[in-house]
């Protein structure tokens, strides 16, 4: 794979792993269904991708941009990736959780005070679309306040962790 891979993600299935390479700015694609791995396509992502999660079903791959705030999204995940569309969440995305049925993405963007959870809509079909910008309240720095998420099973709640000078949960 490209230099310097930093990310790992295994599909839902198992049969690919999605390897993050931040320097090139890019994720590649392995084939892992035969006895001999293949290496297949990769897809440029935004300026120093971070993290990476799939949507619930597999076929969405959601790539977070640190330095360019944007989250790149790829479909068909599991059988022939392709680029689908990036979209502009708020300063820094550090982490994503999706509801169980993968309608609603949540991303933790750390790069302001207070820091925010970006809400995207449709996360799991081909028109995925960013719909609010929620303010956690922090009065710590929000580069050292990275939250940890956790939606609840039902997915009516989420929960974010702020830690630091709050100690509390948003």
Same mark, same amino acid.
């Given at each position: 794979?490209?230099?310097?891979?930093?990310? &790992? &993600?295994?599909?839902?299935?198992?049969?690919?792993?999605?390897?993050?390479?931040?320097?090139? #700015?890019?994720?590649?694609?392995?084939?892992?269904?035969? =006895?001999?791995?293949?290496?297949?396509?990769?897809?440029?992502?935004?300026?120093?991708?971070?993290?990476?999660?799939?949507?619930?079903?597999?076929?969405?791959? $959601? %790539?977070?941009?640190?330095?360019?705030?944007?989250?790149?999204?790829?479909?068909?995940?599991?059988?022939?990736?392709?680029?689908?569309?990036?979209?502009?969440?708020? %300063?820094?995305? $550090? +982490?994503? #959780?999706?509801?169980?049925?993968?309608? $609603?993405?949540?991303?933790?963007?750390?790069? =302001?005070?207070?820091? =925010?959870? =970006?809400?995207?809509?449709?996360?799991?079909?081909?028109?995925? +679309?960013?719909?609010?910008?929620?303010?956690?309240?922090?009065?710590?720095?929000?580069?050292?306040? #990275?939250?940890?998420?956790?939606?609840?099973?039902?997915? #009516?709640?989420?929960?974010?962790?702020?830690?630091?000078?709050?100690?509390?949960?948003?």
């Amino acid at each position: 794979v490209g230099s310097n891979p930093q990310v &790992l &993600l295994i599909s839902p299935d198992g049969s690919n792993v999605y390897v993050l390479c931040p320097a090139a #700015k890019r994720v590649y694609f392995l084939y892992m269904a035969s =006895s001999s791995p293949q290496v297949g396509i990769y897809i440029t992502t935004g300026e120093a991708p971070i993290s990476m999660a799939t949507s619930p079903d597999g076929n969405f791959l $959601y %790539i977070l941009n640190h330095d360019s705030n944007s989250v790149t999204v790829i479909k068909d995940a599991f059988t022939s990736p392709a680029f689908l569309t990036t979209i502009n969440v708020g %300063i820094n995305p $550090y +982490s994503i #959780k999706f509801t169980p049925d993968g309608n $609603y993405a949540y991303i933790y963007c750390c790069g =302001s005070s207070p820091a =925010s959870i =970006s809400v995207i809509k449709n996360a799991n079909t081909t028109a995925p +679309s960013l719909i609010n910008s929620l303010n956690v309240n922090a009065v710590t720095p929000a580069y050292l306040n #990275k939250a940890i998420m956790q939606i609840t099973p039902d997915g #009516k709640y989420l929960y974010a962790s702020n830690r630091g000078v709050e100690n509390n949960i948003a």
